[in-house]
């Protein structure tokens, strides 16, 4: 049987009518790291509770290497759930601090060694397991930490966001051991996080929820390169993507090599450029959304056509880049460049996306692919 966490149209509704988490589902294979990402109270610590046993679903069902485990309480499901990692116990031994989550689930002495060394073997600890904390270094005490949440050997991993109180440095070192021993032990792992960066590192796939709803689940690249919708976009990418109303004024026959161009018509300006063939599908006037990433515009002459027209409103360095906030009409816009671009507060620019990184939203905020 296949040691996987499954979702599927779990609700969870609380006493007050509150839906915190609307029919999500969700696949997470053995040795695969899924982290839950969106914004404050949409509903990641409660999908995790939820998988812990520690929330009941209200509908839905949840399956742990298959079976259905609604109605399991939280110990018999045998996860693992991390809310932090703890600082280690300073008069234990490394030995000691690994085994002493084990104290409570009556072991014998035999099981608990075994136990020990193989997370100590995982870990790279073997040579140190008679020290004392304060004879550690940095790394190694860090890996005691994250030995001591997972020498339970459980189903699956839970963590809710882990490194939250850790520094900057220690949580950048921290995610690199935490995904290493995760490869190695071929377990399913959810994490949340609100912490975007710490989500493109560590998830092999990413669940991005809002309001309660998953709203894609994929890949960090494919999350970037193909948002599902307005949201995705927004959410994903620093700066964020601009997200700019405009209309479809029709779509050209494809050219002799496939390729589709589209007339849109935004903020004041008409503008040609390459589309997806499904672009082909919407009705000519109708109302869509353009995504273009920041880094993704090129400068052209302010008298060029077939271009957008700003005004550089705030100029902000960025070490090697610069992010210009533009502004065109009540339309901001982001836009990243070399740090050594000759620009100016009050500019009036031209503007154009690069071929094929222009995204188009249909009505419904979803994307045209
Ligand atoms: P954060 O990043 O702020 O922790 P989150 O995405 O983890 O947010 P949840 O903690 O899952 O969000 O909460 C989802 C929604 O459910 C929020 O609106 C929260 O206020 C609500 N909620 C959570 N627990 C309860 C509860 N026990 N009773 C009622 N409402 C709750």
């Known amino acids: 049987m296949t040691a996987n966490v499954e979702l599927v149209d779990v609700t969870k509704q609380f006493g007050n009518g ?120 940095e790394g190694e005490k860090q890996r005691v930490a ?35 021993v995760l490869s190695k032990l071929d377990k399913p792992a959810v994490i949340v996080t609100h912490d975007q960066i710490e989500a493109l590192t560590m998830a092999d796939r990413i669940a991005v929820m809002n309001f309660g709803k998953i709203e894609q689940v994929a890949s960090p690249h494919s999350l970037f390169a193909q948002p ?25 026959a494809p050219a002799a090599d496939g390729t589709v161009r589209a007339k849109f018509r935004l903020l004041g300006e008409e503008i040609t450029a390459p589309v997806k063939a499904k672009v082909a599908e919407l009705a000519r006037d109708c109302a869509v959304t353009i995504g273009i990433r920041p880094r993704s515009f090129e400068f052209v002459g302010p008298e060029m056509a077939n271009a957008l027209h700003a005004k550089v409103d705030i100029l902000e360095p960025m070490g090697a880049e610069l992010l210009a906030h533009l502004v065109e009409g009540d339309t901001d816009m982001r836009c990243v460049v070399p740090h050594t671009t000759k620009l100016r507060v009050g500019q009036r620019i031209g503007l154009r996306c690069k071929p094929g990184q222009l995204h188009v939203f249909d009505a419904n905020g979803i994307l045209v692919e």
Not at 155 to 178: A, G, K, N, V, Y
């Open 228 to 252: 599902a919708n307005v949201f995705v976009a927004g959410f994903i990418g620093t700066p964020q993507m601009n997200l700019i109303k405009a209309v479809l004024g029709g779509v050209d």
């Open 18 to 137: 509150l839906v915190a988490v609307d029919k999500a589902r969700l696949s997470v294979a053995a040795g695969e790291v899924v982290c839950l990402l969106g914004p404050s109270g949409c509903g990641k610590t409660t999908t995790l509770r939820m998988i812990a046993g520690l929330e009941h679903a209200t509908s839905g069902d949840i399956l742990i290497g298959g079976q259905r485990v609604n109605p399991l309480p939280a110990r018999a499901r045998n996860v693992a759930m991390t809310f932090q990692f703890y600082a280690l116990y300073p008069s234990l031994t490394v030995e000691e601090n690994l085994a002493y989550p084990l104290y409570a689930e009556r072991l014998s002495k035999t099981d608990i060694a075994a136990r020990v060394k193989r997370v100590s073997a995982v870990l790279d600890l073997d040579g140190v397991l008679h020290r004392l904390p304060y004879q550690l270094g």
């Open 146 to 180: 994250v030995g001591r949440s997972i020498i339970r050997e459980p189903t699956c991993f839970l963590f809710d966001e882990p490194l939250s109180r850790l520094d900057i440095q220690l949580r950048q070192s921290m995610r690199t051991q935490i995904i290493e």
